[in-house]
Each structure stands twice: as C-alpha cells, then as structure tokens.
C-alpha cells in the first residue's frame, strides 16, 4: 500500500529554532509539492518539484524556508529560524505530472512554533 | 489573475443530495479537480475533468463547463462521513502548471 510518509507528524519549538521537515514520495512519481495550511490561508504551495528539479518556489519565504530533494525519496522543508507565524501544518505531495490533477498528500506535520 | 470561488460552507440533510460550486478564472485550463479534507487529515483525490459532462464515481459526480469557467460536486445519498471540507483545484499553464486551490468549501451535514 504505497503512501506518503512524512516526519514529524507533531513538532513543537521555540521562536529561533531551525525546523525540518522530511517527506518520502511514494516511489516512482516526479513530481513534489510542499503545501502550507492554516484557518486563515487555506492551502498555500510552497515549493514544487519535478524530477528533483525546483520549478517554482515563489511561495516560500526565501530569507528564512528552504526546500530539496537530495535523492528521488527524500524531499526537505527547511526554515530557519522560526517565528511563530510559521504555525501550521505542512502537507508534502507527490504524483504524475499530466497525470489527471492527482496528488498523493502525506499525513502532514503540524508545527507549532511557540 | 488566477482565482477559484467556492462557497465557504454548506449545510446539508443526511440522505439527501448537495451540489458544491467552483466557478474560476485562469489561463490555459488543463483540468478541474476536486479534493476532500476531514478535520485533522490530508486532502484525498476525488474527481478529475477535463471534458465538458458529468463524471460520475459512486455517490458522487463531478460537472465541468468549460465555457461557462464552472464546475460542481454534485454529492447523493449524503452520509455523516461525508462531513468534511472539499477543494476545487485546478490546473494551469500560467503557474508551471501546478494547481491553483480554492479556499474550500466546509460541508455540515446534519441528521
């Protein structure tokens, strides 16, 4: 049964700290997003991949959020350091490109940032 | 600009049927989706069109008209497990043709 996995699932720090976030797409789709949710926003595209290649990360907060993929099972979220508006749960997906608008989302990681 | 309009939250009866709107305004239209979100997890497929007409997939449809920019979920025989927040995305040749998310649409089903 092929999923997303990501880690942590809960994750609470203190203002400053460096936070990451790791997540393994499901084998053998090209594509990665990471997603930011809140009450306020909705879903906000952080990042997005394909084929380990960054294509647009126009969402993230460059002074203080990165993203990779050092290998086709490992993408990261990075964000260094935190503040607390940075609370909320961040969702890694994953799929086909063309392939019907099908993501595949992991369980998230809900970070609170105290 | 880009931009999707659903309603913020309907309110249903269980056994009967809901429709969920999503007009939306983008470039180069590649195909109208439709996600379901539970409190507490992740956003799950549902549907997919890119041809005008109705899908059809168990209790649940989905319509796109493209000329019109509009699309619905169309929910039948509504159980309380269907209470959840459902998302219409679509996807676009102007933003590398990620897709572009509505703000949800919370559905309150009551007995």
């Known amino acids: 049964d092929a999923r997303v996995t990501q880690t942590p699932r809960h994750k609470v720090t203190e203002m400053g700290q460096e936070v990451t976030m790791r997540c393994q797409p499901i084998l053998g789709h090209n594509t990665v997003f990471w997603y930011r949710q809140t009450m306020m926003q909705g879903l906000e595209l952080l990042a997005y991949?394909?084929?380990?290649?960054?294509?647009?990360d126009s969402g993230m907060p460059k002074d203080r959020f990165s993203a990779e993929m050092p290998d086709a099972t490992l993408a990261t979220l990075k964000i260094q350091p935190s503040e607390p508006r940075d609370s909320a749960v961040y969702f890694c997906?994953?799929?086909?490109?063309?392939?019907?608008?099908?993501?595949?989302f992991g369980p998230g990681t809900r970070l609170t940032v105290l | 600009g880009q931009s999707l309009e659903q309603p913020s939250e309907v309110t249903a009866v269980e056994g009967a049927i809901v429709q969920i709107n999503c007009t939306y305004q983008t470039s180069g239209f590649y195909g109208l989706s439709w996600y379901q979100q539970h409190d507490g997890g992740a956003p799950t497929f549902l549907s997919y069109n890119a041809l005008d007409g109705l899908e059809e997939t168990g209790r649940f449809s989905s319509f796109l008209s493209r000329s019109d920019s509009y699309g619905y979920l169309l929910l039948q025989e509504l159980q309380m497990k269907d209470s959840a927040s459902y998302f219409c995305a679509v996807r676009d040749q102007d933003s590398n043709y990620q897709l572009i998310w509505g703000a949800g649409t919370k559905l309150i089903i009551k007995p």
């Open positions: 997906a994953g799929g086909l490109a063309g392939a019907r608008n099908e993501q595949f």
């Open positions: 991949f394909r084929n380990r290649a960054p294509l647009d």
